[in-house]
């Protein structure tokens, strides 16, 4: 159980709703099949997602099995199966929290029919619905763990308004224009570029771009590591305005103004 437990926290991505997409799913199906690691992921999924359960029967004569049960458009069962539904109560964004959950397994898209582990939540008068490609999760640990993505948004806020990861743009001649119009049957515009000198120019830029954005990510580390090691150690009032009370914790803002 230490083992399962050591592997998921060491390769459990949060992921936004976009990602649950079949090229996703395969992309990591290849990274882990056949592999010693092993990765799991955590999303959110839209309100008008339709599964499907697992075939319970085979239809007599010759041809393929079915691969699919009868499809279920997830949002309905809030209400057709709420006595299933569980009550709870844990920590969410630092408060204890009630809800109600129901987890079920069921297959999703069509062509691909991955088995996929959905967990409704009803929590403040909202209702959700997480996916998991890990099956063997408790339900309350993946609301658990899923909540923790709010957590993304507010680095992505620091990185943006302390470090400015954001706030610079490079670019290349030799990269074309995107057109965000173009259909799926029309060539991508890196097609276009054949000369060597220009695919080396664009995947330069590119290589900018990430490391620009890896030591913007190791600053805001560092930032934060100086902020936790000083708690309690500065006066916050006398450096930065904060707007809620921190109990003795530094912000990245304050520690910035600080050094």
Not at 3 to 20: A, E, G, P, T
Not at 121 to 129: D, K, M, R
Request: glycine share 4%.
């Amino acid at each position: 159980m230490l083992n399962f437990i050591d592997k998921i926290l060491s390769s459990f991505l949060l992921l936004d709703r976009y990602f649950l997409s079949v090229p996703a799913l395969k992309r990591l199906r290849e990274l882990t099949v056949g592999k010693t690691v092993s990765v799991e992921i955590a999303t959110k999924a839209k309100r008008n997602c339709t599964a499907f359960e697992k075939p319970s029967f085979r239809k007599p004569g010759k041809g393929r099995p079915p691969r699919k049960g009868k499809s279920i458009r997830l949002k309905d069962l809030f209400e057709s199966r709420k006595e299933q539904f569980r009550e709870a109560e844990m920590m969410l964004y630092g408060k204890k929290e009630k809800l109600r959950c129901y987890s079920i397994d069921l297959l999703w898209r069509q062509k691909l029919y991955q088995e996929l582990c959905f967990v409704l939540v009803e929590y403040n008068g909202t209702q959700s619905i997480l996916a998991g490609t890990c099956l063997e999760l408790d339900p309350l640990s993946m609301i658990r763990l899923y909540s923790f993505r709010f957590r993304i948004e507010c680095t992505f806020r620091e990185l943006k308004q302390q470090t400015g990861a954001f706030c610079y743009h490079f670019w290349s001649k030799h990269m074309p224009r995107l057109n965000y119009y173009r259909k799926k049957t029309e060539p991508s515009p890196l097609e276009q570029v054949k000369s060597d000198h220009a695919r080396r120019k664009i995947l330069q830029t590119v290589r900018v771009v990430e490391m620009h954005m890896a030591l913007s990510c190791t600053a805001m580390g560092t930032v934060q590591c100086l902020s936790l090691r000083t708690e309690g150690k500065l006066c916050t009032e006398q450096i930065h305005y904060q707007r809620t009370p921190s109990k003795g914790k530094v912000s990245e803002g304050a520690m910035m103004h600080y050094l």
